[in-house]
């Protein structure tokens, strides 16, 4: 069966400060599709990324980045320098579809607060 | 991305009644669903909201409870009938994107919903 694991339930930063957050996946398919999600505390899911399972060139996009490693089933997300505008829960989410059949199987979500 | 807007954005309302709650999208989408968050938790899959004919519901949600329609590529509607206080969500919609983006969902901004 597919699962997300975010272990980290609650992250503090200082603004400024570099933070990752872990996403575990497991599946058994070999085509699948990774993604994060931004929920900042409006409510309104934000897409981020996605990633599919046959490309595993890291990814940066301004101060966020991304490390896919599937030999140890990882998604991870960095945000540099962080800033107060990043406080929000954030999700990890599997896909053997792409998102198109509805079928995305969501991590709990990491809530992160960065304070000035 | 399409342009995703939800009504109500929140609603409060009596044990026993029935909400309904609307997505409408600024451009045609092959796919709609509906997803349901509960308060502290991550998102599940209700339903997809299929166009012209009956929703295809997740386990667990049956349509009595929660009748979906689709009357074309741009609109949704789905219903939480006879409502308890478990019940007490946010509920989104969400769309697939067009051409290379066909495989991500984009998620509406949600609906509040706080059941008495």
């Known amino acids: 069966a597919q699962k997300v694991t975010q272990a980290q339930t609650e992250i503090s930063v200082v603004e400024k400060e570099d933070v990752t957050l872990d996403c575990v996946y497991e599946?058994?398919?070999?085509?699948?599709?990774l993604f994060w999600y931004k929920q900042p505390p409006s409510g309104e899911l934000v897409f981020l990324i996605r990633r599919n399972s046959f490309d595993e060139q890291n990814e940066i996009s301004g101060r966020y980045s991304w490390n896919f490693q599937k030999s140890t089933s990882s998604f991870n997300f960095t945000i540099t320098a962080s800033q107060v505008v990043d406080s929000a829960v954030y999700f990890c989410?599997?896909?053997?579809?792409?998102?198109?059949?509805?079928?995305?199987?969501f991590g709990k979500g990491t809530k992160l607060s960065v304070k000035p | 991305s399409a342009v995703i807007s939800q009504k109500p954005s929140r609603d409060i309302c009596q044990r026993g009644t029935s909400l309904t709650i609307q997505c409408q999208v600024d451009s045609q989408v092959t796919m709609m669903f509906w997803y349901r968050q509960q308060p502290g938790q991550s998102l599940t899959l209700i339903a997809t909201a299929n166009q012209g004919s009956e929703a295809t519901y997740e386990s667990g949600f049956v349509i009595d409870k929660f009748p979906i329609s689709r009357p074309n590529l741009t609109f949704s509607t789905l219903t939480v009938s006879n409502m308890s206080p478990e019940d007490s969500s946010i509920y989104l919609c969400s769309v697939t994107g067009r051409g290379q983006r066909r495989e991500t969902q984009y998620f509406g901004p949600g609906t509040r919903l706080l059941v008495l």
């Open positions: 599946t058994r398919d070999t085509t699948y599709y």
């Open positions: 989410a599997l896909s053997e579809y792409g998102g198109s059949q509805g079928n995305l199987i």
